[in-house]
């Protein structure tokens, strides 16, 4: 099972991969995570990254589809996997596409975590907060204006990808503002459907 979880920053994305990562056995590629790993390991796409991320430029998509490419090759990938932040334009949803392609191998399905926008700044806004009332440090990206604005540049960029996946058949919609039970729910049922076609 080959997935995408796409959604703004705060939908939920991280919380739903990693359940369906012990419900199906397969990896969750975050290419935050895989970008990190790959510069440890010194590999040769990993020493490009690390030179661009030395001098504070975005890795280009040429990097990050070579990560997730040699990522994909590993053992524990060969199930398949759940990419998570990843594609975020639509240039990196069609590499993805012709790198799957080249391999023999297709997506089974997109899922796109919606959500209200205002309602979501109002949850982030309150995950801080007690967080803070739970005397624990609030995430950096909780900041209300700093959130804010990695929703606006979700809006602008990764908008035309879920379009990419409608005209392609592969996009499942669920309600990112449910409860997490009812999120988790209408997921599993997405999969299940998926594993029956």
Do not use: C, W
Not at 34 to 42: P, S
Not at 84 to 100: K, S, V, W
């Amino acid at each position: 099972m080959r997935l995408i979880l796409l959604g703004p920053p705060g939908a939920g994305k991280g919380t739903q991969a990693q359940r369906l990562v012990k419900i199906l056995n397969i990896p969750q590629l975050s290419t935050g995570d895989m970008l990190r790993a790959a510069v440890a390991a010194g590999t040769p796409i990993g020493l490009k990254a690390k030179a661009v991320m030395e001098s504070g430029a975005l890795v280009s998509d040429e990097i990050v589809v070579g990560i997730i490419n040699d990522r994909i090759g590993e053992p524990d990938a060969k199930r398949g996997f759940i990419l998570d932040g990843f594609p975020r334009t639509l240039a990196q949803a069609r590499a993805l596409e012709a790198m799957l392609a080249a391999k023999g191998l297709k997506l089974d399905a997109a899922i796109e975590l919606t959500v209200d926008a205002p309602k979501l700044v109002e949850r982030i806004v309150q995950r801080a907060a007690e967080a803070k009332a739970a005397g624990m440090p609030a995430r950096k990206d909780d900041d209300p204006e700093v959130f804010k604005s990695r929703l606006a540049a979700y809006e602008r960029d990764t908008a035309a990808v879920t379009p990419f996946y409608r005209e392609r058949g592969l996009l499942h919609e669920v309600d990112g503002m449910a409860p997490i039970g009812d999120v988790a729910k209408a997921i599993d049922a997405v999969v299940s459907e998926v594993a029956a076609a």
